[in-house]
């Protein structure tokens, strides 16, 4: 993690609006020093975080992150973040068949009736770095499937047009989850979303292995103008159809959505 990352959050948080629009400043993170940082990062300007947390048993949670980190210190870290007030909290679980998707189940008993919101991304290539295959995917469908014959589900309607996940509340009135179907509702078209690395590439697809260099424009001779314009070209030239693409191949059913909602990356 960068080092003293409350001192970037707060100079980030002195941009207030682009174009316009206010600033939404928020952070995903694994959670391992939330419980540390979370006041810190509050009192930075940071408006909410997301957690990623892929299992509740330790050996399988380190199985899908090989980190030496318990489970608990992650659970830890969500109630001081809670508590602190960065929420609304989402919890991002990603699915892999044969090895965490035992914990469907138990992830969703855990936090129905919390203050937490439970996400399921379906297991992606991101970068073409994690050796992905379509066999590893768990439809979207079969989570939601899963779940509702336990804790029945009804959908409910996007918070927003061209949200990524998909919402369902439960029928007892114990909050709700979300899912992510990234593999078997490709969402290209409407995408809105890019990747920025640590080496300073804008990436225009999620999935996309190769980027563009803004390091270099951010430290050449060049004015806010011309930066915001360098930037506009590189998104007006994407032709990223990865999802779309791959989904082409033979896939496992999608989850059935009302028709109004609509899907961007991320």
């Known amino acids: ?122 297991y992606m290539d991101v970068g073409s770095s994690n050796g992905w295959r379509m066999d590893e995917v768990l439809s979207s469908s079969d989570v939601i499937n899963r779940i509702s014959a336990e804790m029945p589900l009804a959908p409910i309607d996007a918070n927003y047009a061209g949200e990524t996940a998909q919402r369902w509340r439960y029928l007892d009135g114990g909050g709700e989850v979300g899912v992510i179907s990234s593999v078997t509702q490709a969402f290209c078209q409407d995408c809105t979303r890019a990747r920025l690395s640590t080496e300073g590439k804008i990436y225009t697809c999620l999935f996309a292995s190769t980027g563009h260099d803004l390091r270099a424009l951010l430290r050449g001779d060049n004015s806010d103008a011309q930066i915001a314009s360098a930037i506009a070209a590189i998104w007006g030239q994407r032709g990223d159809r990865y999802s779309e693409l791959r989904s082409q191949l033979q896939a496992p059913a999608t989850v059935p959505r009302k028709v109004e909602m609509s899907y961007i990356g991320g």
Do not use: C, W
């Not at 001192?7 to 391992?32: A, C, H, K, P, Y």
């Not at 965490?100 to 129905?112: G, S, V």
């Open 1 to 122: 993690m960068r080092k003293h990352l409350e001192r970037l959050v707060g100079m980030l948080s002195e941009i207030r609006t682009v174009d316009g629009n206010e600033i939404d400043l928020t952070l995903t993170t694994n959670g391992t020093l939330l419980a540390q940082k979370a006041q810190m990062l509050k009192d930075a300007g940071l408006k909410r975080v997301t957690v990623s947390l892929d299992a509740l048993d330790d050996a399988n949670f380190k199985r899908m992150n090989d980190v030496d980190v318990s489970v608990a210190q992650v659970l830890h870290g969500l109630e001081v973040a809670d508590k602190v007030g960065l929420g609304p909290i989402k919890i991002n679980m990603v699915v892999k068949k044969g090895v965490n998707d035992q914990e469907i189940l138990p992830m969703a008993r855990y936090f129905k009736n919390s203050p937490f919101i439970l996400r399921f991304i379906e």
